[in-house]
C-alpha cells in the first residue's frame, strides 16, 4: 500500500469503499452493485482483497474528482437484473 497523502482522507476513502462493496443485511444484495461487480472483477483477476480494496477507493477518488471538476452530481446508472 501507498503511504503518500494525508492519512486522515485516506481513512475517509478506506471507509466509504468498504461500505460500498458491503452487503445489505436483509436483502443480501450489495449496496452499490457498480463497485461490488468491480471488487469481485479485481478478485477475479487474482488480486488480493486489500489490492481490490485499493482499487475501489481508487475508483471512488476518480468519481468524486469528476464530479468536482465537471460541477455535476453522481448518476448511478440502473441495470436491469438478469
Known sequence: MSEQGRRELNGVFYMLALQQIQLSKCSKTPRN?????????????NKSKTHALMCVMRRLVNIIYGMMKNKREYQMEYLSKR
Do not use: N, S, T
Not at 452493485?33 to 483477476?45: T, V
Open 33 to 45: 452493485y457498480i463497485l461490488y461487480e468491480y471488487y469481485k472483477r479485481k478478485l477475479a483477476e
